[in-house]
Nanobody, 121 residues
Framework: LFQLVESGGGSVQAGGSLRLSCTAS????????MGWFRQAPGKEREEVAR????????YIVDSVKGRFTISQGSAKSTLYLQMNNLKPEDSAMYSC??????????????WGQGTQVTVSS
């Protein structure tokens, strides 16, 4: 069973930083693409950032460019999201996602349960 488990969320003041981690376990495909999504109450889920099969950053949403950095561990079993200069509008449930066809435009197949990020002004 392939599982994704996120950690690192919490409550911070605006301008602060958090680092989210996502650990994959089970049968891990090295050609998975992985990414981070977020969903705030009353809003649609949006893709925040994604790495390609080589672990390089392949996408980052405009609203977080220059503030968030996505990276992957050398074993490709851990995905990170470094979030700096956080703003109240970054508050959301952040989820890790993965899939074989994800990088080709398909929706991710595997999802973590999410970790809450709350930014106060």
């Amino acid at each position: 069973l392939f599982q994704l488990v996120e950690s690192g969320g919490g409550s911070v003041q605006a301008g602060g930083s958090l680092r989210l981690s996502c650990t994959a376990s089970g049968y891990t495909y090295h050609n998975f693409c992985m990414g981070w999504f977020r969903q705030a109450p009353g809003k649609e889920r949006e893709e925040v950032a994604r790495v390609d099969v080589t672990g390089r950053s392949a996408y980052i949403v405009d609203s977080v460019k220059g503030r968030f950095t996505i990276s992957q561990g050398s074993a490709k079993s851990t995905l990170y999201l470094q979030m700096n200069n956080l703003k109240p509008e970054d508050s959301a449930m952040y989820s890790c996602a993965a899939g074989l066809e994800y990088c080709s435009g398909a929706k991710p197949v595997y999802w973590g349960q999410g970790t809450q990020v709350t930014v106060s002004s």
